[in-house]
């Protein structure tokens, strides 16, 4: 049994990770979902969200998995850390932002560790990168810093220092783009020695 050449094509242009709602009813019946799934084609990749056995994902497939699932969500801290190659970490869970008034979501795989943030501050330094077809909504170098300085005692002040030296060295430093994130995060004061060694 071979997938029809509609549905891969559905599959690739979705970036390689579908949900069950878009497959069902259009391109297929549940029966042969389940037959795909049974014989190896289709693999359950989480509730409710498919991929191709064959397909292999490229980049960072458990941050596509999330941009699909919580289509709200911001990749944060250590995890847009990990993005912007600003850190040696690897995190064991995908960092995400969420809206205040949000629930936090709850899932085995991929693993995310949410975090709330008030509107002005959820809202400001998005950056939207396309992965494979499907937008994955990351913040900026800048406005990470930030937020990771503004849990570094969560995270811990080596996690910073070190995304700091990073971005120093391998980045374009965008000083009043900080200042402003640190204005927003209520930081300004504390984290202006570590700035100043920028200048």
Partial sequence: MTIPTPVKEF?????????????????????MLQKYMERGIIQRWGRGIYRLSDENLHGAPEMLMVARKYPMAVICLVSALSFHDMTTQIPHAIDIAIPYQRN????????????????????????IHDMQGVPLKVYNKEKTLVDVFRFRNRLGMDVFLEALKMYTNNHLINLPLIHE?????????????YLETLV
């Fill in 11 to 31: 599959f690739r242009n979705k970036g390689g990770v579908v949900r069950r709602g878009e497959l069902l009813p259009t391109l297929m019946t549940a029966r």
């Fill in 104 to 127: 936090v979501p709850r899932a085995s795989y991929p693993l995310v560790r949410a975090f709330r943030f008030r509107d002005t501050i959820y809202e400001a330094g998005i950056e």
């Fill in 181 to 193: 994130y640190a204005a927003l995060r209520g930081v300004t004061h504390t984290i202006m020695p």
